[in-house]
């Protein structure tokens, strides 16, 4: 039997040392010095040799505790090298299965879809609300309410917009943990009922008796031709900020008057599609048309309708319309881009458009206790073909200064 002087003072010379102690465990001194327990015994008829520490890391009144538990598993015809096998396989997987593991593989999974600044964005919103309480914790295994606990701290920050984002994150973790086998429920479901929610805030929009004033000024603002033509569209195309910065040639059809805006672009070069994630259907009026037929002699040759002017491939920056609004003397909190669309919206049920056809339009999403059991593909495309007409009329009539006066029941047919 071995006893620690022996092992302390074994030295290797040409090659390497094999130290016996009894029922099969010896150390192994290496001729570098380094010196390993090891185990030899037979299970089914083979040879084998189990590991069992490192000295001095592992004295050795404890490798021989590690060799009696192996002897006792040899003789309940347990092998133990298979043992320490699935040990460290249960190891990975519960590393591989916490809620910072899961989370961090589908950020990675998702970012290919995102600009680098909102990956970036999305990680750190990770790692400072939900990887501090919960990152440790097995994915499968977190309760409501550890969910609304942690997520009751951003809410005691008064972070009512951060919270919102933080909780939809945390369900999309739990959807792809359920998606990969490693979780059966998501805990985060139900849980907007106990937190507070942001107050909704309308966009700035103008009234429609100040869009004379609107249309001189952007006559008269020191702004590029392609800034102006993209404000325009946005009074003239409803869409989103986003939606028509993204605008691709290929999705236009200036003969048939029809630009479909597709549900996804390409996010790595910062072009964002539909906000609801469905294709979208723009009716072109003839001033519409007329204003990218103007466009498709500056950009046609280009693949965006709005490139960048730093990196033709990206689009016009997301601060661009804003900041020309800003120039032509209009403050955040009286007019934004979006805020054509609250313009818009008013004016038409002035004049007496049905609101499930202005809400296809505007591409919201269906509204069931507003419109009952419309099909999602009641489309209204000939409705809003007209009713698109009718508004960009109505915008000239507003822009030459005219007395703009709605007719009520004039699309309810």
């Given at each position: ?7 302390k003072?074994?030295r290797?010379?040409?090659k390497a ?6 029922k099969g465990?010896y150390l192994?001194v290496s001729?570098a010095g ?5 185990m ?6 083979k040879r ?6 490192v000295?001095?890391?592992?004295p050795l009144?404890l490798?021989?505790q590690?060799r ?5 598993l040899l ?6 090298s298979?043992v320490r096998?699935t ?5 990975k997987?519960a590393?591989?299965?916490?809620f910072?593991?899961?989370g961090r593989?589908w950020h990675?999974k998702q970012k ?9 964005k999305?990680l750190?919103?990770?790692?400072q609300?939900?990887?501090?309480s919960?990152?440790?914790?097995p ?6 309410a ?6 009751k ?9 951060t919270?919102k ?6 369900s999309?973790i739990?959807?792809y ?13 139900g ?5 507070k ?19 001189i ?11 102006k033509?993209?404000?325009?569209l ?7 900020p986003g939606?028509?910065r993204?605008?691709r040639?290929?999705?236009i059809?200036l ?5 479909v805006v ?7 070069r ?5 906000k609801?994630?469905?294709?979208h259907t723009v ?17 046609g ?6 490139p960048?002017?730093?990196d ?9 319309i804003?900041s020309a ?6 403050a ?8 054509f ?5 008013g ?8 609101p499930?056809?202005?809400?296809r339009?505007?591409?919201?999403r269906?509204r069931?206790?507003?419109?009952g059991?419309?099909s999602?593909?009641?489309e209204?495309?000939?409705e809003?073909?007209?009713?698109m ?9 507003a822009?030459s ?5 709605p ?7």
């Amino acid at each position: 039997m071995l006893n620690d002087t022996q092992c302390k003072q074994a030295r290797a010379a040409e090659k390497a040392l094999k130290l016996a102690d009894e029922k099969g465990l010896y150390l192994l001194v290496s001729t570098a010095g380094a010196k390993y327990w090891r185990m030899d015994y037979r299970f089914a008829g083979k040879r084998k040799t189990l590991a069992l520490g490192v000295y001095p890391e592992t004295p050795l009144k404890l490798a021989r505790q590690k060799r009696d538990e192996a002897r006792r598993l040899l003789d309940a015809g347990t092998d133990p090298s298979e043992v320490r096998r699935t040990e460290k396989i249960a190891r990975k997987v519960a590393a591989d299965s916490s809620f910072e593991a899961v989370g961090r593989e589908w950020h990675e999974k998702q970012k290919g879809e995102w600009v680098e600044t909102y990956a970036a964005k999305v990680l750190t919103s990770l790692e400072q609300d939900l990887f501090p309480s919960l990152g440790r914790r097995p994915v499968g295994e977190i309760s409501a309410a550890e969910m609304l606990a942690t997520l009751k701290k951003v809410e005691a920050r008064g972070a009512l917009e951060t919270l919102k984002r933080v909780r939809q994150r945390a369900s999309d973790i739990f959807l792809y943990a359920i998606a990969t086998g490693r979780a059966e429920n998501n805990p985060v479901t139900g849980l907007h009922k106990a937190l507070k929610t942001a107050s909704v805030t309308h966009r700035p929009a103008l009234r429609s008796t100040d869009l004379h004033e609107f249309f001189i000024r952007l006559d008269a603002v020191r702004v590029t031709v392609m800034v102006k033509h993209a404000i325009t569209l946005l009074a003239l195309t409803f869409l989103r900020p986003g939606e028509l910065r993204g605008a691709r040639w290929e999705e236009i059809d200036l003969d048939a008057g029809v630009w479909v805006v597709p549900a996804e672009r390409d996010r790595t070069r910062g072009l964002v599609g539909m906000k609801m994630k469905e294709d979208h259907t723009v009716s072109l009026s003839s001033q519409a048309v007329a204003v990218l037929r103007e466009m498709h002699n500056i950009t046609g040759f280009r693949d965006l309708v709005f490139p960048n002017r730093n990196d033709p491939k990206r689009p016009m920056s997301n601060g661009t319309i804003n900041s020309a609004l800003r120039a032509m003397g209009y403050a955040g909190d009286e007019v934004t881009g979006a805020g054509f669309r609250t313009t818009a919206t008013g004016a038409l049920l002035e004049m007496g458009w049905r609101p499930e056809v202005i809400d296809r339009q505007l591409a919201h999403r269906e509204r069931k206790e507003v419109f009952g059991a419309y099909s999602h593909q009641a489309e209204y495309l000939a409705e809003r073909r007209k009713m698109m007409q009718q508004w960009a009329d109505w915008l000239d009539a507003a822009k030459s200064g005219a007395k703009v006066i709605p007719l009520h029941g004039h699309a309810a047919a």
